[in-house]
């Protein structure tokens, strides 16, 4: 591992944040991305990030594409909790990651994000690993959706053996699951961690793979959604829903916990969160209607291909 392979990687996720941003502004057509440069200068801890979000858009109500690049003395509890070996060493983490938080109900909430972390200690080889996936929210469900969804996760996981898809869909499907409710928070995708079997270019390409495929599986959703009517129950319906979202990011998400914990920018950790939430003690949808589809249907763990 060479500085020249860290120097790869963040080529690469600069310019997916470049590439994402500019189609997300053209699938929006309303609203440009705000930038806001941020450095972290604590002693021994070094990096930054730029931060991107779009507000009020013609389809997304908020939208945030944050790339950071930060270094610190040792790796964070959040990091080690399951590789405890690691405890103690310095570390170097980049990556990008995006939340989508459309204004029309019938348009999902979208996840992506793809990090690469250098895990270092005086007179050890240095330890690195890729990680990363992208997750579905719907808030009504369709099928077609679910399918395109899962089959361009499928498709870019082909080129790297059959097992790829159904090992990292699982991950996603255990991984984004509130267990204090016993419920999925939506229809999964993609979940990887701790990816370094293969060598630095299989595995930087298979993190290139899912950076790239996030447009692929949501746009064409977003395409087909954006313009379908909606009026104040599936917006009320919507916001309950987005306190899952709440609830699993700041109760079980690991890059939540290891961005604060690691001091990083708290308003960029936190952008993750949508503009307008509601909680309503007790609630049951309606038998037989759309809202009771997405729990009867959707949340279950299902293969969608």
Known sequence: ?????????????????DRLCTALEQADGGARFHEDDWQRGEQGRGGGGRSRVLTNGAVFEQAG????????????????????ELAGR???????????????PYVPTSHANVRFF????????????????????????????AQHWHGVARDLCAPFGD?????????????????HRNEARGIGGLFFDDLNQGGFEHCFSFMQA????YLDAYLPIVAQRKATPWGERERQFQLY????????NLVWDRGTLFGLQSGGRTESILMSM????????????????????????????????
Request: glycine residues 8%.
């Open 1 to 17: 591992m060479s500085h020249s392979h860290a120097n790869l990687v963040k080529t690469f996720l600069l310019d997916l944040q």
């Open 65 to 84: 594409v944050n790339f950071s690049h930060i270094s610190g003395d040792a790796l964070p509890a959040s990091a080690t909790a399951h590789r405890p």
């Open 90 to 104: 310095r570390f170097e983490a980049m990556g990008v990651s995006l939340v989508m938080h459309p204004e029309n």
């Open 118 to 145: 250098i895990a270092e200690q005086d007179g050890a080889p240095p330890v690195w690993w890729f990680g990363g996936g992208f997750d579905l929210t719907p808030y009504y469900g369709f099928v077609q959706d």
């Open 163 to 179: 097992d790829v898809y159904p090992q990292y869909k699982k991950w996603c499907d255990e991984y984004f699951f509130l267990k």
């Open 210 to 213: 899912v950076g790239n495929g």
């Open 241 to 248: 829903r987005r306190g899952r979202y709440v609830e699993f």
């Open 274 to 305: 949508p503009p307008l939430v509601r909680w309503e003690y007790g609630y049951q949808p309606e038998a037989g209607s759309a809202e009771a589809a997405l729990y009867r249907d959707f949340l279950p763990v299902r293969d969608w291909v």
